[in-house]
């Protein structure tokens, strides 16, 4: 529910409205959409309760059909929001490029295609030191060590580092090496991991589950933003369907749809979804059409020999060629790609 208080409205009127709101065991979110004051109200109202604050001196209205994710909707904020990760900001004019490996593999692998992406104008470096897998027998990550590599090709290049956070108890330790936490497809809906990542400061990458409706992915991002945390960034990054030709669906349309009922920025994973290299830029240039303020990719500069994920990785010339065609198309649509430093 969402109650939109009239331009005369008093401060007296307002402190009275939100007295009223909270008397029935409701959470508010004030926001200021131009001249307008929006208040967003969290939880569920016995029923007359919208009447009765629609009848409130200094309410002009009260929208009953407002999205179940006040905090992250559209309408929260005049503008879309942005998150600064480290020096870049992902969101607003600029198309962000993020890339790396699925995994951190060793000091050599991950400073090699470090130094590549951040030549060819990746923003952020990517790279998994603990891995969510599918099946136990595979490669679970470096742990520590690999985010100690991050660390280290962050020193040496000066890009961000993302990497994915699987357990709340994890966090502190994460927080010591990287700049963003990326929540994985497979714990989009791990709702105490949502919490944790919540309740610290650090930017958060929330992944689609790969079974999950757009509502379900705001709502797991309304976790994040409701407990305390609005640098918030959701990722595309394809749903399964019947379809086998790909490793998952692009759901391209989710872009436009995000972007119309969220003010979070919205990037797109075309790796994940492809599961295949050679669809890798077709599927990034058609995210960056549709609207997406940036990419995450995966790149390996061996990929024949990758610990995970090698058939839907870049070689180092893939994404530079990858990065031709973004470039293009970001241009096009009058939109600067945003660079480092
Ligand atoms: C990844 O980014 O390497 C990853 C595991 O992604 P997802 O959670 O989207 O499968
Ligand atoms: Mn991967």
Redesign the pocket.
Known sequence: MIATLSTSCTLGEKAAILRFIEGHGLRVHVGEAGAVTVVSIIGDPEPGVGKSIASLPGVESVRLDAPRYPFVAREARTEPSTVKVRDVVIGGAGVAVIAGP??VESEDQLLTIARSVAKEGAILL?G?AF??RTSPYSFQGMGEEGLELLAKARAETGLGVVS?VVAPEDIPLMNKYVDML???????QNFRLLSAVGEQPTPVLL??G?MSTIEEMLLAAEYIVGSGNPRVVL?E??IRSFETATRGTLDISAVPVLKERSHLPVIV?P??AAGKRSLVPSLSAAGVAAGADGL?I?VHDRPDEAL??GPQSLTLDGFAATMETVEKIVAALDRPLTKLG
Do not use: A, I, T
């Open positions: 699925c995994s990517r998994g891995k969510p994915e990326q929540v994985g497809s497979r714990n989009m992944k689609r790969l990722c990054r394809g994973d790796s994940h995450l995966e995970s994920d």
